[in-house]
């Protein structure tokens, strides 16, 4: 019997079959983003050892949920990129991001570690479309030395690490600030009227940040028993 199957004609079971091994559905939330080499995913996955990762990758792999690249000039590395079926969980992964921020998140923990470029996916999960109704806009945010940006089309984004060419706003913030903004449930916005965030730009896209993404309020899971 393969330990690794539920051996359930069912298509949650099937779908755990293939990503709910540990670190698996991290490993693709790492590759929504964007390619990744070997040594990127070690970086951004603390606790997960190189045995291990080169398993789960391989596992990937022949599932056919990601495969090997050759990043573009003037890298030319090996890379790990998802196929159009690991692409495709995409969805799924930021449905989990959004419980997470309602029912899991609260005050870091002191063992837990963080990296300013989970943002980016943070940025998709927040996002809020109604609020972006005729919005043409590129936002560049700045976590310490961490750079990244968001297109805004029309109540759709695209959120990408690294700079934008030309940005309409730009928003710095301390990854300490950013921290206090993802626990108690604040937006940008937020952070930038109390001085814990700076923002520079047309003035219209700063107007038009209000909204565009909304961390929803920490919610107790022991004590809130009611549905809706």
Avoid at 25 to 46: C, N, V, Y
Avoid at 49 to 78: M, S, W
Avoid at 90 to 113: D, S
């Amino acid at each position: 019997m393969d330990q690794r199957s539920y051996n359930q004609y069912c298509a949650t079971a099937r779908t755990l079959d293939l990503v709910g091994e540990r670190w698996t559905l991290l490993l693709i939330r790492e590759l929504l983003t964007g390619p990744k080499r070997f040594g990127d995913l070690q970086a951004s996955l603390r606790g997960l050892g190189t045995g291990l990762l080169a398993a789960r990758l391989k596992h990937l792999e022949h599932e056919g949920l990601a495969h090997k690249i050759t990043l573009p000039p003037p890298a030319r590395t090996p890379a790990y990129a998802l196929t159009r079926a690991g692409e495709e969980l995409g969805p799924a992964i930021l449905a989990l991001a959004r419980w997470g921020l309602k029912w899991a998140m609260g005050e870091p923990r002191a063992t837990e570690t963080f990296h300013p470029g989970w943002a980016v996916l943070g940025l998709r999960a927040c996002f809020d479309p109604d609020a972006a109704a005729g919005l043409h806009a590129v936002y560049e945010f700045h976590i310490d030395d961490e750079v990244f940006h968001a297109r805004i089309h029309d109540k759709t984004i695209e959120a990408l690490h690294g700079p934008a060419q030309h940005p309409d706003a730009t928003i710095t913030i301390s990854r300490a600030a950013f921290l206090r903004l993802t626990g108690q449930g604040l937006t940008f916005a937020d952070a930038i009227e109390i001085g814990d965030a700076s923002a520079s730009g047309d003035s219209t896209a700063l107007r038009r940040l209000t909204g565009l993404f909304r961390l929803p309020p920490p919610h107790d899971r022991k004590t809130d028993q009611t549905s809706s």
